[in-house]
């Protein structure tokens, strides 16, 4: 099988857009990159267009223990489901210094709802499993990161949209917004989306499954 290309799938309300985020993000000027559209988007429904960057000469990765593992143990897990498609595994940029870059796992096929299950509560399970299988199998833990379809993508997406529109509310009309309850990886994503946001602080409350976000009018303006 022919080994994969460092690639970047990104959504924007355009492919442009998409485009250019996608150039910010790998540091390269527009031209070095071969773009693949997999979604145009529409937006008289406000669907997103999604492309996938690829490097021209890039080397591709050879798989290392910790990455060949992985796809091992996903497979597996995917195969008791059975559930046939691809697995795609590669290394995540260190989003602090001093961190371990996380093992990204891209599950992609047709029919996959059933693999996110209800707000990806399917997926959560299937990559704490794999968490704690590849903690078994490699003595140590291992920062695994499970998505399917795209789903984490786009779902992060829809949340910094809706956290920059609650905040322009609040800072409006001067009244606080408590958003539905979100598991800890979405909390965390309003709040990062809205810390450098003038006139506005973010906190969470509540108990378990309840916990949400509330976004509050800065006072100290």
């Known amino acids: 099988m022919e080994p994969e290309r460092a690639s970047l799938e990104m959504i924007a309300p355009d492919v442009e857009t998409a485009i250019e985020r996608a150039r910010a993000e790998l540091g390269v000027p527009e031209g070095d990159l071969e773009v693949e559209v997999l979604d ?11 492309v996938r960057v690829l490097l021209p000469g890039s080397e591709p990765q050879p798989e290392d223990d910790v990455t060949a593992a992985a796809r091992e143990v996903v497979s597996e897990l995917l195969g008791h489901m059975e559930i046939e498609a691809e697995v795609r595994v590669r290394y995540q940029q260190a989003t602090s210094a001093g961190e371990d870059p996380a093992v ?3 599950i992609e096929g047709e029919d ?3 693999l996110i299950g209800k ?9 704490y499993i794999a968490r704690l299988i590849m903690a078994s199998k490699l003595d140590r833990w291992v920062n695994l990161n ?3 379809g795209g789903y984490k993508k786009h779902r992060e997406q829809q949340l910094r949209r809706l956290a920059q529109r ?3 509310q609040v800072h409006q009309f001067g009244r606080p917004i408590s958003l539905e309850p979100m598991p800890a990886n979405e909390r965390r994503i309003i709040h990062i989306t809205l810390q450098d946001h003038a006139g506005v602080t973010t906190e969470s409350s509540g108990e378990g499954d309840r916990r949400s976000v509330t976004i509050q009018p800065d006072l100290r303006r």
């Open 104 to 106: 990204q796992m891209d």
């Open 119 to 127: 707000r990806g509560e399917t997926m959560a399970a299937l990559e």
């Open 166 to 168: 609650m905040a322009q």
């Open 112 to 114: 996959l709802g059933m």
């Open 146 to 148: 499970v998505d399917v």
């Open 40 to 50: 145009e988007g529409d937006p008289d429904s406000g669907r997103e267009a999604r």
